[in-house]
């Protein structure tokens, strides 16, 4: 039996949104990361269906996969 596991992340609307190409929302996960291109780069590298999908992948991306 696996176990459940919760992570919490908090995106910033315009991280969600896709509105800037930069994060500078401080507690965004993705602060100070260039959004488009860690969403896109975890879309296909792991195959995150939606971009709120693959921002998760991107901000827990390093616990996951080191
Ligand atoms: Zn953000």
Same mark, same amino acid.
């Given at each position: 039996?696996? /176990?459940?596991?919760?992570? &919490? ?20 996960? %993705? ?10 780069? &975890?879309?296909?590298? %792991? ?5 709120? /999908?693959? &921002?998760?992948? &991107?901000?827990?991306?390093? %616990?996951?996969?080191?």
């Amino acid at each position: 039996m696996s /176990q459940v596991k919760e992570y &919490a992340i908090y995106l910033c609307e315009e991280c969600i949104d896709g509105i800037s190409k930069e994060c500078h929302t401080p507690g965004c996960a %993705l602060f100070l990361r260039t959004v488009d291109f860690h969403i896109d780069n &975890a879309r296909s590298k %792991l195959g995150a269906a939606t971009r709120i /999908q693959a &921002a998760i992948k &991107a901000a827990t991306g390093r %616990l996951i996969e080191p």
